[in-house]
């Protein structure tokens, strides 16, 4: 019988219109209304059941996975880390702090409802039964991989600190700054004094880096202030580059802000606010209205490791212009002024001991740096430094384009010493 009428359907679908006035095809067209009220009864149905379905997952639970319409127009798969209630919706009208699991924490945001396809929702797992059920799911590199993604920038750090650490930085608290000519999108949480909890958009001062809730207060401040770069000694001009070394003990307020505003864009990064044991070196664009930060490290005034840099950040908006490199560069050619230079505890080789003294480099550095890059070998109870040409090609391409050379001819530094 079923397959009589299936058979039936598909004839009368198939029927020309113009047959439709002929007798003998008149009871097909009872049939036809017949199944076509049948078809949409089921559409409706399965809407209704659709809709049902959809709103009793409301409001979604913390853990939550679902799929997300992304800024790019696609939807993506979301981890639901967060939730607040919109009091100007309605019961279940709820906005929610997602994880992009396909990328970085930095792209971490508030959604609306509206972003989120509610049919593909999966209920949250307990996070313990969660991780068991996926690790079994994953083959062995698979697992490596995800935990090497999942530490990066937190080595330091055992299990349950890391644990502790994200479920305090978790959601972010600050969306966007002002800073200069730039409003920039902020990647990450910084703990910021309680009075700015209710803060999503900060206002800084370029130059002495105050920052303000709104933009009124920032422009009064800005008649007031007297900088028109860091605190502290230019130690580096060379064309509109300039390099203020600011100690953190003499200029501790502004050592603080550098701090909190760095944390925006730093995941990985321990906020000091004991900043009198740090030098900042603050690298600025010149023009006529003064010196802008467009990035920064920074340094213990005495490090046991001989380290030369603690934390090292290029402003977004200055990004992928050879800065940070430069940077680099410029925490080393310190390092050669004060003399330091990494010694190991076996020595790696005279060539070694070379490339130690001429670039202030630790060997222990240009060690792990040679064997990652596959440019040395052991062989026969030392290493042997072995530059096949096409290496070392592909190297020098993945690197991209050098960054600004230092002038140590325009450096005028001498090397920290503590005042009695």
């Known amino acids: 019988m079923g397959s009589s009428a299936n058979t039936e359907t598909a004839m009368i679908i198939a029927t020309p ?22 078809i949409l009864a089921l559409t409706n149905s399965e809407s209704d059941a659709s809709k049902k379905r959809r709103m009793g997952v409301l409001p979604l639970e913390v853990g939550t996975r679902v799929m997300c319409q992304w800024r790019d127009g696609k939807y993506h798969p979301v981890k639901v880390i967060e939730r607040r209630k919109n009091y100007n919706g309605g019961h279940n009208d709820y906005e929610y702090y997602v994880h992009y699991t396909e990328f970085n924490r930095r792209l971490d945001e508030w959604i609306k ?15 313990k039964v969660e991780d068991k059920v996926t690790s079994l799911k994953m083959t062995r590199h698979q697992k490596r991989k995800i935990d090497e993604t999942h530490v990066e920038g937190h080595e330091e750090l055992d299990a349950a600190s890391l644990r502790e650490h994200e479920e305090f930085t978790k959601v972010k608290n600050i969306a966007t700054i002002e800073l200069g000519k730039y409003e920039i999108e902020t990647w990450y949480f910084s703990p910021f004094p309680p009075e700015y909890n209710d803060c999503v958009k900060l206002f800084f001062c370029e130059f002495c880096l105050s920052f303000m809730k709104r933009k009124e207060q920032l422009q009064r401040h800005m008649r007031k202030c007297d900088l028109k770069h860091p605190p502290g000694d230019e130690i580096y001009r060379s064309s509109t580059l300039s390099m203020f070394e600011v100690d953190g003990k003499k200029n501790k307020v502004y050592a603080q802000n550098l701090c909190y505003l760095a944390k925006l864009f730093l995941d990985h990064k321990t906020l000091y606010y004991d900043v009198d044991l740090f030098l900042f070196y603050i690298l600025c664009e010149c023009d006529d209205r003064g010196c802008h930060m467009v990035g920064y490290f920074s340094k213990e005034k005495h490090s046991e490791e001989a380290y030369n840099l603690a934390c090292i950040l290029t402003l977004p908006p200055y990004q992928r212009k050879g800065y940070g490199k430069f940077l680099i560069a410029f925490s080393y050619e310190l390092s050669k002024k004060e003399g330091k230079v990494g010694t190991p505890e076996r020595p790696l080789s005279d060539l070694g001991l070379e490339l130690s003294d001429m670039t202030a480099i630790k060997a222990e550095d240009i060690l792990s740096t040679l064997q990652s890059l596959e440019l040395i070998q052991y062989r026969k109870g030392q290493h042997v430094i072995c530059a096949d040409p096409k290496v070392l090609d592909r190297h020098l391409k993945a690197a991209g384009r050098g960054g600004l050379d230092v002038d140590v001819s325009k450096m005028i530094w001498t090397p920290y010493k503590e005042q009695s």
């Open 17 to 38: 219109a113009s047959n439709h006035n002929n007798p003998a095809t008149n009871g097909g067209d009872a049939n036809q209304n017949h199944t076509s009220g049948a």
């Open 113 to 127: 409802l509206e972003q989120l396809d509610l049919d593909s929702v999966e209920c949250a797992l307990d996070e």
